[in-house]
């Protein structure tokens, strides 16, 4: 199986498989064998909340101020959400050690049980974090692409609700950054942040939902 690292300079030609499963769609949302057609709001909602909650909890760099207005810019998000009608295939979990490249150059997925249907752009953002980080440059050519592999209206769509789901996957890092932390034994260990330091996905989230604020006003 090919490196990591040989995923990143190959990203170009698996990515499009990624874009190829996200063009697979349906109209309910969920699990692979079930679904629903509304209600997807409620989905999100509740996990923001969690979320949220334990963000809160690390009070170096979360108040209560500042998780209360990420629920409001999230909540002003809901007619939107909740107009969202058709749901893509998704891994849900995918990063570099859930995929694997034969010396054959076929490329296998892993954690499968995860599949749900959702809105591609989760999906997107967790792919764009764990590959690029917040690197520019990086960012600029996945974008480029994945897009390339997608029809216009899949593209429109995106552009429709990027900024939410940005910031969703953004805040499922920082929790998941912020509960590692809390789980330090050794506050001096050496502790390298993936995909993103706590401290950065909270930078740009607040620059998003300060972006939006301002345009709204």
């Known amino acids: 199986m090919k490196s990591w690292i040989t995923l990143w300079i190959?990203?170009?030609w698996w990515l499009k498989r990624f874009?190829?499963?996200?063009?697979?769609?349906?109209?309910r949302w969920g699990r692979f064998d079930g679904g629903k057609r509304s209600g997807l709001w409620r989905y999100l909602k509740n996990n923001i909340k969690e979320r949220l909650q334990r963000l809160?909890?690390?009070?170096k760099l979360f108040t209560s101020e500042q998780c209360k207005l990420y629920w409001q810019w999230f909540a002003s998000n809901k007619d939107m959400i909740s107009s969202c009608k058709n749901f893509s295939l998704s891994h849900c979990d995918p990063h570099m050690h859930n995929i694997?490249?034969?010396?054959?150059s076929e490329?296998?997925?892993?954690?499968?049980?995860?599949?749900?249907y959702l809105p591609f752009s989760i999906d997107f953002y967790k792919l764009q974090y764990h590959f690029c980080q917040d690197d520019a440059e990086k960012i600029k050519r996945?974008?480029?692409?994945?897009?390339?592999?997608?029809?216009?209206?899949?593209?429109?769509?995106?552009?429709?609700n990027k900024d939410f789901f940005n910031c969703y996957v953004l805040l499922d890092f920082a929790q998941r950054e912020a509960y590692n932390l809390?789980?330090?034994?050794?506050?001096?260990?050496?502790?390298?942040?993936?995909?993103?330091?706590l401290k950065r996905a909270r930078d740009l989230m607040e620059g998003i939902i300060k972006r939006e604020?301002?345009?709204a006003s």
């Open 100 to 104: 694997l490249v034969s010396d054959a």
């Open 19 to 27: 874009s190829r499963l996200h063009r697979i769609k349906r109209v």
């Open 142 to 160: 996945w974008q480029q692409a994945y897009f390339s592999h997608l029809p216009e209206g899949d593209v429109e769509e995106f552009n429709s």
């Open 10 to 12: 190959s990203f170009p």
């Open 56 to 59: 809160s909890a690390y009070k």
């Open 107 to 116: 490329v296998y997925l892993l954690d499968n049980e995860s599949l749900r």
């Open 182 to 197: 809390s789980r330090l034994k050794d506050k001096t260990e050496n502790y390298i942040p993936y995909p993103l330091s």
């Open 213 to 215: 604020y301002t345009h």
